[in-house]
Nanobody, 126 residues
Framework: QVQLAESGGGLVPAGGSLRLSCAAS????????MAWFRQAPGKEREFVAG??????????YYADSLKGRVTISINNAKNMVYLQMSDLEPEDTAVYYCAASPSSGYAYRRNDYDTWGQGTQVTVSS
């Protein structure tokens, strides 16, 4: 079993940047892909960015609507996954969740991930 814990959320002005962190613990060697999702009040949880974790390289992929403003990265030695966000807009206000799955392959749906963190709130002021 893998446990995930997000941190780094907060209040940021429009146009600002923020880096979210996700600490993974437990059976992390079973993780083949990780991702960030977000959920705004009254809306569905949506995919933000994902990462396929390989033996020799990692492969990031992004939601088309956010490509260019977000970057997902991993520090394998520290079991940390990050989401760097820039040029933030009030519409980016949401709870951001880290997710993990032992299955490989690109995946964009909530049901494609087995393990979730508790979420971290990001609020962008106008």
């Amino acid at each position: 079993q893998v446990q995930l814990a997000e941190s780094g959320g907060g209040l940021v002005p429009a146009g600002g940047s923020l880096r979210l962190s996700c600490a993974a613990s437990g059976r992390t060697f079973q993780t083949a892909r990780m991702a960030w999702f977000r959920q705004a009040p009254g809306k569905e949880r949506e995919f933000v960015a994902g990462l396929l974790i390989g033996w020799h390289a990692d492969y990031p992929y992004y939601a088309d609507s956010l490509k260019g403003r977000v970057t997902i990265s991993i520090n394998n030695a520290k079991n940390m996954v990050y989401l760097q966000m820039s040029d933030l807009e009030p519409e980016d206000t949401a709870v951001y969740y880290c997710a993990a799955s032992p299955s490989s392959g690109y995946a964009y749906r909530r049901n494609d991930y087995d393990t979730w963190g508790q979420g971290t709130q990001v609020t962008v002021s106008s």
